[in-house]
C-alpha cells in the first residue's frame, strides 16, 4: 500500500515537473518581445538652439534612456525599495516567495507579492496584471528564461523605461523630465526616491496629486537606503528634509502650435509612424523669435479691434435705438478678423517663426499654409522686377494717365473686382468708370486721388504704388511676358487678364513668402522648410539643406532692393519703418479691405504679415496693409533686434550695380536696367500726347 502510495506521487511529481519543464520550453519564444525589445517612444521636437518645443506620442509618453546614463544612485534606490538581491537571483527570489507564501495562507487570499524585479518585467510586457496562480507560475518560469538571455543591466534598462511612473509619464527619464523638469543626473536624493517610489501604485502617489502620501512614500525610500548603509546621516538627514518642486505639466508641453501641426503634417507624408518611433527632431524655429511674432500679431490684431471700437462708438453716438442692420454691418468689419505671419532666413528658407492665427485654442486653423488669399499690391513688385530684367531701370518713365479697355462681362467683373489698391498716403482705391457698348463694357481705371502725374519713374510708381501706371507698364511689356513671369517667379493659379496687376488671385503667405526671397535673397528664391534634422532611436541623422531657384543676378535684385527700402521710408510702407536697420518691403490691400499685407525683409530676414477676415468680409477702410500689418513687423523686427544684435543691419551693393545723382536724387543702375533717355526723346519714342 505504501509503494502504491510513492509511487502515485512520484507520479504526480514527475508529472508537475515534465509539465513545467513543458512550460518552459513552450514559454521561450513569448520572451522574444523583451528581448528585441522596442516600445513606443515620444517623439521631440525641438528649436534651433536645442530647447524642447513639443512631444508627439501616439499613447504612451516615454523618452528612452540608456542603461550607461542612468545614475548609480537611481539603481540603488530602485533595488532597495524593489528588490535588494537582485544582482544575486537569477530571476525569483526563493526566500520572498516564503515569506510571502506564509502570509497569503493566514490570509486565505494572495494578500502580498515577492516578485522581483525581472518578473515585474515580465508581468509589464508579457502578461497580465491579474493574481492567479497560473499567471504567477508563468511569470517565474519566464523570470528565469529571462536571466538567461539578458544581462543584469539590459533588464534595469527595460525595466526603468518600461514601467508607467503616472500622470502619463512613462519610464524614468520621462517622469524626471515631467514631475521636476530635470535630467536623471540632475535629480536630488529625494528626487530619485519619489520617483522609484511611484511604480507600486503610480496614481495614488502621483506628486501633482497626492503629495503628502508622495513624500512619506520616499522617506521610505530613504530610509531603506540608511538602513542598509547606502546613505550617511548626512545624507540621509538631508534628503528627509528636503521637499521638491513638482511641475503639473502638459505631456505634449507644445510652445508653438502651429509649428508643430505644420511639421508634424510635413514629416508625416514621409514618416507614417512617427508619433511611436522616437524621433529627435530639430526645427529651424527659434522659440524667442516665435514668441515675438505671436506679440507682434496680438499687437496689431489688438489695435485693429481697438479702431473697429472707436468707429463703431462714432456709428452708434447720439443713436437710443440701434437698428439690427447697422448692429451686423458695425460687428461684420472685425467679426472673425484673424492673422498671420511667417518668417524665414533671406540665405536659406530655414523658418524663424510661423504663427497661423491669434488664438490656436480658438482655431487650429493655419492661415500661413492653408489659406489662399489676395495679396493684392503686394504683388507689384514681381512686375516690375521683370521690367528691370527686360532693360528698365528704377529712373525709366512710365505714363501715369488714363486708358480706356474694353472688355467682354465675365472679364468687366474679374477687372472690376480687383481695382482697389495703396496710394501715396496709405493703401487706398481705384475707382472704375464702366460704359456699356453693345456687347462689351468699357473700363476706365482712376487713381485714388482722381488725378494723373503724367510720366512717373518706376521708382515713384512702386513707392507710392500707383494703379495706373502699374496697369500702364503691364501693357507695355505685354500681359503674355507678364504672366509667363509671374509664373517663373512661383506664382500659381493666376488669371490671364490685367487682373493680375492688382493681385487677383489666392496665395497662401508661406507660398508668397517663397516668392518674395528673390528680392531678399539677391536674386535666388528658397523655399521655406522647418526641419533641419531628424535623428531615429538609432542615432542615424537626416539633414536638410535649402532648395534655390536661379530668377534673377543679384545686382538686378539689388536695384529692387533699393525701390522697396524707398517704400519703407517715405511710401505706402512707412509704418513698417525700424530703426537702427535697413528694411525693404510692400504693402498690399485688396478690394473692399478685404485683405491686408505687408511683406518685407532686413538683409538677413523676410516677414509675411496679413491680415483680415476668415469669411473674406471686408475690414473697415482705415484697415490697409501699411496700418494694420505694418505696425506688427516693425514691432517684430525691432525686439527681434535685442536678441539677435549681431545681425547685418544695412543691405550691401553689388559692385556690378553703379550710382549716380539724378534731378537731384541718388539713382542706381546696372549694365541691363541703364539710365533712361532724356525726357524728349522718350515721349517721342512712346507717342504720348498731353
Known amino acids: 500500500m505504501i509503494k502504491y502510495i510513492l509511487g502515485i506521487i512520484a507520479a504526480i511529481i514527475l508529472g508537475l515537473f515534465s509539465w513545467l519543464i513543458y512550460l518552459y520550453l513552450s514559454l521561450r519564444f513569448d520572451i522574444d518581445k523583451l528581448v528585441n525589445y522596442k516600445p513606443p517612444l515620444t517623439t521631440q521636437f525641438y528649436d534651433k538652439n536645442g530647447e524642447l518645443v513639443a512631444n508627439i506620442f501616439e499613447k504612451e509618453n516615454r523618452v528612452y534612456v540608456d542603461y550607461k546614463d542612468i545614475p548609480p544612485r537611481v539603481i540603488e534606490a530602485l533595488l532597495a525599495i524593489e528588490d535588494t538581491q537582485f544582482f544575486e537571483h537569477s530571476g525569483i527570489n526563493l526566500d520572498a516567495i516564503s515569506r510571502a507564501l506564509i502570509k ?54 527595460r525595466y526603468l523605461n518600461q514601467v508607467y511612473f503616472g500622470h502619463g509619464y512613462y519610464g524614468i527619464r520621462t517622469a524626471a523630465l515631467g514631475y521636476f523638469k530635470k535630467d536623471l543626473y540632475e535629480l536630488s536624493l529625494k528626487e530619485i526616491a519619489i520617483l522609484v517610489g511611484l511604480p507600486k501604485a503610480p496614481s495614488f502617489y502621483d506628486p501633482t496629486r497626492n503629495l503628502k502620501f508622495t513624500l512619506a512614500r520616499a522617506n521610505q525610500v530613504v530610509n531603506r537606503l540608511k538602513t542598509l548603509g547606502w546613505i550617511n546621516e548626512s545624507e540621509f538627514q538631508e534628503a528627509i528634509d528636503f521637499t521638491p518642486e513638482v511641475y503639473n505639466q502638459t505631456l505634449t508641453k507644445n510652445k508653438a502650435p502651429y509649428v508643430i501641426d505644420y511639421a508634424f503634417k510635413e514629416l508625416k507624408k514621409s514618416i507614417p509612424n512617427i508619433k511611436e518611433e522616437g524621433y529627435t527632431i530639430n526645427l529651424t524655429i527659434d522659440l524667442k523669435a516665435q514668441e515675438i511674432a505671436r506679440k507682434a500679431l496680438d499687437l496689431s490684431y489688438n489695435n485693429i479691434i481697438k479702431r473697429d471700437k472707436y468707429f463703431r462708438s462714432l456709428a452708434y453716438k447720439n443713436l437710443e435705438i440701434f437698428p439690427m442692420e447697422l448692429i451686423e454691418e458695425q460687428e461684420s468689419f472685425t467679426k472673425t478678423l484673424n492673422g498671420g505671419l511667417i518668417s524665414i532666413e533671406n540665405k536659406t528658407g530655414k523658418i524663424i517663426s510661423m504663427v497661423g492665427g491669434i488664438d490656436y485654442k480658438e482655431s487650429t486653423f493655419n492661415r500661413v499654409v492653408q489659406s489662399k488669399r489676395q495679396p493684392g499690391s503686394a504683388v507689384k513688385p514681381f512686375i516690375y522686377q521683370q521690367a ?195 528694411i525693404a518691403g510692400k504693402t498690399g490691400t485688396t478690394n473692399n479691405n478685404i485683405d491686408a499685407w505687408f511683406c518685407g525683409f532686413s538683409p538677413t530676414l523676410q516677414t509675411i504679415i496679413w491680415f483680415g477676415n476668415d469669411n473674406n468680409k471686408p475690414m ?46 541718388k539713382e542706381y543702375y546696372t549694365e541691363t536696367s541703364k539710365l533712361p533717355l532724356n525726357k524728349s526723346r522718350l515721349l517721342e519714342k512712346n507717342q504720348i500726347q498731353f
Not at 425 to 443: F, G
Not at 646 to 657: L, N, S
Open 388 to 582: 528691370l530684367d527686360l532693360g528698365y531701370s528704377p529712373a525709366s518713365m512710365i505714363a501715369d494717365i488714363s486708358r480706356t479697355y474694353e472688355f467682354d462681362d465675365e472679364e468687366t467683373e474679374k477687372a472690376n473686382e480687383n481695382t482697389k489698391e495703396e496710394t501715396a498716403q496709405e493703401d487706398a482705391s481705384l475707382d472704375d468708370n464702366i460704359e456699356e457698348e453693345s456687347t462689351k463694357k468699357r473700363w476706365q481705371p482712376k487713381n485714388y486721388e482722381e488725378n494723373y502725374k503724367g510720366l512717373i519713374s518706376l521708382r515713384e510708381a512702386l513707392v507710392h504704388s500707383r494703379n495706373l501706371a502699374t496697369i500702364n507698364l503691364v501693357n507695355d511689356i505685354g500681359i503674355d511676358v507678364v504672366y509667363r513671369g509671374l509664373k517663373n517667379y512661383s506664382l500659381e493659379d493666376m488669371p490671364f487678364d490685367l487682373s493680375i496687376t492688382l493681385g487677383s488671385f489666392g496665395i497662401s503667405p508661406i507660398d508668397l513668402s517663397q516668392s518674395y526671397s528673390m528680392f531678399s535673397n539677391g536674386g535666388i528664391q528658397v523655399k521655406p522648410y522647418i526641419v533641419n534634422s531628424i535623428t531615429n532611436r538609432y542615432k542615424q541623422t537626416v539633414n536638410f539643406e535649402p532648395e534655390e531657384k536661379f530668377v534673377t543676378t543679384p545686382e538686378q535684385s539689388y536695384l529692387m532692393t533699393t525701390m522697396l527700402t524707398e517704400v519703407v521710408r517715405n511710401g505706402t510702407g512707412r509704418m513698417a519703418k525700424v530703426g537702427g536697420i535697413e
Open 104 to 157: 497569503d495562507i493566514k490570509a486565505g487570499k494572495l494578500v502580498e507579492g515577492a516578485s522581483t524585479l525581472t518578473q515585474q518585467l515580465v508581468k509589464n510586457i508579457l502578461l497580465t496584471r491579474e493574481k492567479k496562480i497560473m499567471r504567477k507560475i508563468k511569470e517565474a518560469l519566464l523570470a528565469l528564461r529571462v536571466e538567461q538571455v539578458l544581462t543584469k543591466e539590459e533588464i534595469l534598462e
Open 620 to 665: 473697415r477702410k482705415s484697415e490697409t496693409g501699411g496700418r494694420s500689418s505694418g505696425p506688427a513687423f516693425a514691432y517684430f523686427y525691432k525686439n527681434y533686434l535685442k536678441i539677435h544684435p549681431e545681425i547685418k543691419r544695412e543691405f550691401t551693393k553689388p559692385a556690378e550695380v553703379k550710382t549716380t545723382i539724378l534731378n537731384g536724387q
